[in-house]
């Protein structure tokens, strides 16, 4: 079955830190990635997201690559905020509605 | 447009109640999955329905049942509580049900079980 690895945290970082989060996946045919944020006391927004292998997702600073040869997904960041904050989610797709999440990263950026 | 939106947002049950969750998705978008979030972890899927059919179901028990209605809405019904039940419940919605496609998630209904 497919399965999404996240980095474990919680990563502490101080503003304008660079950020990397590593994300591995296992999944049967070729799957889109995802990560989404998940701030304190909402529901899950798409950060970005890429659909075939060597795609770049980009997004408010952030971005991650689509390496099949590795099956990462990893999100780095070159100078977080505070405003970064939150817990980031690494998923897969086959099918739009199942997808398959990691168990979450959770960003503190300190002042 | 408004978003995926859920109702209620919190609630709180007993052990051995019932409960139903509802969801209303993005105006266009014709697949509803339900995904169960527990505290510390990504959330799991339960159900998906495509066309008021559904398509896909979690690892699940029978307790967990759901339903899309013509205008796609959907609710999501629980039997039984138990205390493991405790969770935050997640409705997304996508256009369709092609792996390319972004799930747009609402805020969630936070279920308490006691």
């Known amino acids: 079955g497919n399965s999404v690895t996240q980095m474990e945290g919680p990563v502490t970082l101080s503003e304008e830190a660079f950020l990397t989060i590593n994300c591995t996946y296992t999944a049967t045919g070729y799957p889109s990635l995802f990560w989404y944020v998940q701030y304190p006391g909402e529901g899950l927004q798409l950060l970005l997201k890429?659909?075939?292998?060597?795609d770049k997702g980009s997004n408010k600073g952030f971005e991650a690559t689509y390496r099949k040869e590795t099956t990462s997904f990893h999100l780095e960041k070159g100078s977080v905020q505070v405003s970064d904050s939150a817990v980031y989610f690494c998923a897969l797709n086959t099918n739009a509605g199942k997808s398959t999440f990691g168990d979450g990263t959770t960003l503190t950026v300190k002042p | 447009d408004a978003g995926v939106t859920q109702s209620p947002t919190h609630l709180i049950k007993t052990r051995g109640q019932h409960v139903t969750l509802r969801c209303s998705p993005i105006s266009g978008h014709k697949s509803v999955s339900w995904y169960q979030q527990v505290l510390g972890q990504g959330p799991q899927f339960i159900f998906q329905y495509y066309e008021k059919e559904e398509r896909g179901r979690g690892n699940f028990p029978d307790r967990f049942s759901a339903r899309q209605f013509p205008n796609y809405s959907s609710e999501l019904n629980v039997n039984a509580l138990l205390l493991g039940d405790s969770a935050l419940y997640l409705c997304?919605?996508?256009?369709?049900?092609?792996?390319?496609?972004?799930?747009?998630f609402g805020a969630g209904s936070r279920l308490t079980v006691l």
């Open positions: 997304a919605s996508s256009f369709t049900d092609s792996g390319a496609n972004v799930l747009t």
């Open positions: 890429a659909t075939k292998a060597d």
